[in-house]
């Protein structure tokens, strides 16, 4: 087998992995996530001091990532040309340089997560750090009273909360059937905790990330190994023992929950809804006026085409929404960088959905849960990202990777390297 990495970079690497979870901390003074400095710092081992030769291997990965910032590159350049410089100004220099870095992070983290015994140490590092975020979101509620949506927030926003739990909740999963004895009761409370903030914190995106990643994991773990079906049906049994807990609640939480579900039945109602569509209708136009190249790295919220503005929103003119968030993140990429972009992306997400599914299904039926855990919550990242913009964040190329991570691990335990 061949060496891997330093203990000191592994350690840092999962210190990277649970924080993404709980990104609670800042540089002093700088204001810049630690994930940066410490990333900084794996990088340079993987970069100057290489283990192996890896290149050739992540051949893949390197490639789809070279293509995309190619892609995203040439739509912004292309749009400065084409304006005589107007719309390339100093933010399209720091898209291009923070996108730089989110695909360093992806390529670097499918290759350290991939390193033999990362994958079970990442999936603890970052159910923990989930589980920290959870009990975060518990103490606002216990002590500030903030149940339910749009009743403020301490530590991270409504928004921001929701995609941790869309994201890392399977992986408390794949923790919970891989432990035995008393640690999978720990889980096991861990779990109920979990789905029990993600029904009072009302994001509408994490009730349908965090179910699709269960449904996900539970069928892709009954398909590669039958005999865990008496374990799906542990999990059965706690999703009822959240429900009784939850409609045993106290009366102000079990309407905070009531009243965020009953706004599924009138969307055409809902404000934040019809600001969601009308964002969608502005990536569509975008597109359409510029389908090669986009607008441009970063100007989504520079750019104004006529937008039909629906009734529920007809207290504001356009120009308030224009310099919303798109709250849709494919359709912003592709606004943005247009087809030169947005085709290597496409076909990035393709093969991590594809050939990452065949992979967990191989790792199951070794028994390795973690990397079931790590596809199911892409695949609930993935659902949620059409609500939010979220590909503008470290932790989302991070689990790109860490995907990434899991089809290259199943290849070489297929070819026994």
């Not at 079990?254 to 209708?281: C, H, P, W």
Request: with cysteine; net charge positive.
């Amino acid at each position: 087998m061949k060496r891997s990495l330093s203990q000191f970079s592994l350690s840092l690497f999962t210190l990277i992995c649970a924080y993404v979870a709980i990104p609670l901390w800042d540089v002093p003074l700088l204001g810049l996530s630690i994930s940066a400095p410490l990333f900084f710092l794996v990088a340079l081992e993987v970069f100057l001091r290489p283990q192996e030769a890896w290149f050739h291997r992540h051949r893949l990965w390197i490639g789809l990532a070279a293509a995309i910032w190619g892609g995203i590159f040439l739509a912004a350049t292309l749009n400065g040309l084409l304006s005589g410089g107007t719309d390339f100004d100093r933010d399209g220099v720091v898209g291009l340089i923070r996108y730089a870095y989110w695909l360093v992070v992806f390529v670097i983290t499918g290759y350290v997560a991939s390193c033999p015994g990362m994958g079970g140490r990442l999936m603890v590092a970052m159910a923990l750090g989930l589980t920290g975020t959870a009990l975060l979101r518990w103490y606002e509620i216990a002590t500030l009273g903030n149940i339910g949506a749009w009743t403020g927030t301490k530590f991270f926003s409504q928004n921001t909360y929701g995609w941790l739990f869309s994201t890392f909740s399977p992986l408390l999963l794949a923790c919970f059937f891989q432990a035995r004895g008393l640690r999978r009761w720990g889980w096991g409370i861990a779990l109920l905790a979990l789905w029990s903030v993600v029904a009072i914190n009302g994001s509408r995106g994490s009730w349908f990330g965090l179910l699709v990643g269960l449904l996900v994991f539970l069928i892709l773990l009954v398909i590669a190994y039958p005999r865990y079906l008496g374990r799906v049906i542990s999990i059965l049994m706690l999703v009822g023992v959240f429900l009784v807990l939850l409609l045993a609640a106290p009366e102000q939480v079990v309407g905070a929950v009531n009243q965020r579900f009953a706004t599924l039945q009138k969307l055409d109602e809902d404000k934040s809804y019809a600001i969601r569509l009308l964002m969608n209708q502005k990536g569509i136009r975008l597109f359409a006026r510029s389908p090669l190249i986009g607008v441009g790295v970063y100007r989504w919220t520079k750019e104004s085409v006529p937008l039909e503005i629906p009734r529920v929103l007809s207290y504001a003119p356009q120009s308030h929404f224009d310099v919303k968030s798109s709250h849709n993140s494919y359709l912003s990429f592709l606004a943005e960088n247009g087809l030169a972009g947005s085709v290597p992306f496409v076909l990035l997400l393709g093969i991590l959905v594809i050939r990452g599914a065949r992979a967990v299904v191989r790792l199951a039926r070794r028994r390795a849960l973690w990397g079931l855990g790590m596809y199911a919550g892409f695949i609930g990242m993935s659902l949620h990202l059409w609500a939010l913009s979220g590909l503008t964040n470290t932790g989302t190329w991070l689990m790109y990777g860490l995907v990434a991570a899991v089809i290259e691990t199943s290849q070489r335990l297929e070819r026994g390297t």
